[in-house]
């Protein structure tokens, strides 16, 4: 790994950026890098693992010491005087650790942050692979939904369908029925199911450490005409913004292109989130299609384009799909159908 102009060192410590750096899924380590040697520190229990998997690493006994520890004793052997960490996901006893052994501590969570932020050829191809799942999941859940079962009953059938699939879930999956729908991150209980409730699905696979992430919007048995009115209205965004979003934009720019979609029709007052959130390895990661960001979508970048209206006491709709940004445009890696289902 090159580090960035300004850093003599490294140490990382959170779980997805050693995954990101290594490929290797293992929480008990700390990855040190310098620019001409990175170091691996584990203990006995996955040494020989890594030995084996890691090419590229000098894999690092931490013996009695810490992971953290012995990774700054090691750089600083090495000579390095100042040492970057990921302020925005370090422990603080791991960055006490750290500071015993360093007065200059930088902050290189930025960096990280932008490599992360552009996925490769291999990362796509596992995100679609993870995608792929999510679309087939929904295929089956949908012939799985019956009166009278309650949200976590079929938030159970959704999940196992994920695990037999090969996967896990990326997230804890999201499962509402009726006015419980107008909850954007609704828990699932025990409300149950019946005639002329709206059901909203949210949920991902995560296979070979890559997220999915999709929601789809449901009536059960018969839908309204507001929540038909609704429905086409929250599509509509959600196809204006894909139509118009592409690299090089703002995540505020992006936001807009659907929120100004639903102030024409009066509804922006009820899209309470943002349009999007980068995903990968984690489900949440950066840049953001939200109001508030600035920042500029890279070519490559994978979000989530979800516009959402939640009417309290009602039902909300939510339709979420997941995007990669190239300078023209964006490529749609959800399948799953888009229109209004009624199971």
């Known amino acids: 790994m090159k580090l960035p102009e300004g850093f003599q060192a490294a140490i990382?410590?959170?779980?997805?950026?050693?995954f990101y750096l290594t490929g290797y899924s293992n929480a008990d380590a700390a990855v040190a890098v310098m620019n001409d040697t990175s170091y691996y520190v584990t203990d006995k229990r996955c040494l020989n693992e890594a030995v084996k998997?890691?090419?590229?690493?000098?894999?690092?006994?931490?013996r009695s010491?810490?992971?953290?520890?012995?990774?700054?004793?090691?750089?600083?052997?090495?000579?390095a005087v100042s040492v970057?960490?990921?302020?925005?996901?370090?422990?603080?006893?791991?960055?006490?650790?750290?500071?015993?052994?360093f007065d200059d501590i930088?902050?290189?969570?930025?960096?990280?942050?932008?490599?992360?932020?552009?996925?490769?050829?291999?990362?796509?191809?596992?995100?679609?692979?993870?995608?792929?799942?999510?679309?087939?999941?929904?295929s089956k859940v949908i012939d799985r939904i019956k009166e009278g079962m309650t949200e976590m009953q079929l938030k159970t059938e959704l999940d196992s369908l994920i695990v037999s699939a090969g996967a896990v879930p990326a997230f804890d999956s999201i499962v509402a029925f009726g006015e419980n729908t107008a909850l954007p991150h609704a828990h699932a209980g025990d409300r149950k199911l019946k005639y002329g409730d709206a059901i909203t699905l949210d949920?991902?696979?995560?296979?070979?450490?890559?997220?999915?992430?999709?929601?789809?919007?449901?009536?059960?048995?018969?839908?309204?005409?507001?929540?038909?009115?609704?429905?086409?209205?929250?599509?509509?965004?959600?196809?204006?913004?894909?139509?118009l979003i592409k690299a090089g934009m703002t995540g505020r720019e992006c936001d807009l292109t659907?929120?100004?979609?639903?102030?024409?029709?009066?509804?922006?007052?009820?899209?309470?989130?943002?349009?999007?959130?980068s995903l990968g390895i984690d489900i949440h990661e950066t840049p953001n299609l939200s109001p508030r960001s600035e920042e500029i979508i890279p070519e490559g970048a994978v979000t989530s384009v979800e516009p959402g209206?939640?009417?309290?006491?009602?039902?909300?709709?939510?339709?979420?799909?997941?995007?990669?940004?190239?300078?023209?445009?964006?490529?749609?890696?959800?399948?799953?159908?888009?229109?209004?289902?009624?199971?």
């Open 84 to 101: 970057g960490v990921e302020k925005d996901k370090i422990l603080y006893k791991d960055y006490a650790q750290i500071a015993e052994n």
């Open 203 to 243: 949920f991902g696979a995560k296979l070979n450490g890559y997220c999915s992430d999709m929601t789809r919007s449901l009536a059960f048995g018969h839908a309204c005409d507001e929540y038909r009115s609704v429905y086409n209205a929250v599509l509509g965004a959600k196809n204006n913004a894909e139509s």
């Open 12 to 18: 990382f410590t959170s779980p997805s950026n050693m």
């Open 53 to 62: 998997l890691l090419g590229g690493f000098e894999t690092v006994d931490c």
């Open 309 to 343: 209206i939640y009417l309290d006491g009602k039902f909300g709709i939510r339709i979420e799909d997941t995007v990669v940004f190239k300078k023209t445009g964006v490529d749609n890696l959800t399948n799953s159908p888009e229109q209004l289902i009624i199971v």
């Open 258 to 277: 659907a929120r100004e979609y639903l102030a024409a029709r009066g509804l922006d007052a009820y899209f309470t989130h943002s349009l999007g959130h």
């Open 106 to 138: 930088i902050d290189i969570s930025g960096f990280i942050g932008e490599l992360r932020s552009v996925k490769t050829y291999d990362e796509l191809k596992k995100i679609k692979a993870a995608q792929k799942i999510t679309d087939t999941v929904f």
């Open 65 to 79: 010491s810490s992971y953290v520890g012995a990774a700054a004793e090691i750089l600083k052997e090495r000579g």
